[in-house]
């Protein structure tokens, strides 16, 4: 599962647990050059309706943690416009709700798994046009979690070698790691001069580092 951290505000949070808010903003390209286009959710929506069901609400993308309930889910023309109640009975949902009220809380990221999606190589932006949501998350620090290779962003995402330093460096590895780590990659591969290659192998280093940050 892909997740996209928007860091957009949760909006009229009242006294019963009850939000609403946006979990994804149409035409924002993040900082790893993505845009989620107006149409993405449709597909996904439609089906969750037939199932009489929604995208789950967990607690900061756990699987094991849900928090409440979305009543309501729709497209309009902003993004993903959510409606949600909050179980105040149990220890997340009571703690996500006291801190939606004093405003520590703010932020909502979706969990998706991704069905169609075009990369222009000219202008370095990979577009998201269809997309299986599987749940929406109230999250802490969306710009920041979202940065993170252990599962908060995809690293099949990585489309060259630059977008691969740019994710080291925004999973926590200094500008001069990050450039080192790249280096030894291609020095790796440089008998074969494919910087395919090359990408196949920082994308396996990294699957290694991720199991380190989550094991």
Known sequence: MNTKDFGFEIKAVSDSGTFSGYGSVFGVKDSYGDIVVQGAFNDSLQDHRSKSRMPAMLWQHRSSEPIG?????????IGLHVEGQLALTTV??????ALMKMGALTGLSIGFQTRLESYD?????NTL??????????????ANDAARISGVK???????????EALL????????EAVLFIARIKSLTQRESDEDVA????????TRRNNVFTN
Request: no cysteine; hydrophobic share 40%.
């Open 69 to 77: 309930v979305y009543t309501a889910m729709t497209e309009d023309n």
């Open 121 to 125: 190589k000219v202008s370095g932006i």
């Open 92 to 97: 997340r949902g009571a703690e996500a709700h």
């Open 129 to 142: 046009q269809k997309v299986d949501l599987w749940e929406v998350s109230p999250v802490t620090f969306p």
């Open 199 to 206: 990408v196949r192998g920082l994308v396996e280093a990294i």
């Open 154 to 164: 995809a690293i099949e995402l990585i489309k060259d070698l630059k977008s691969a």
């Open 169 to 176: 460096r925004e999973s926590g590895m200094s500008r001069q």
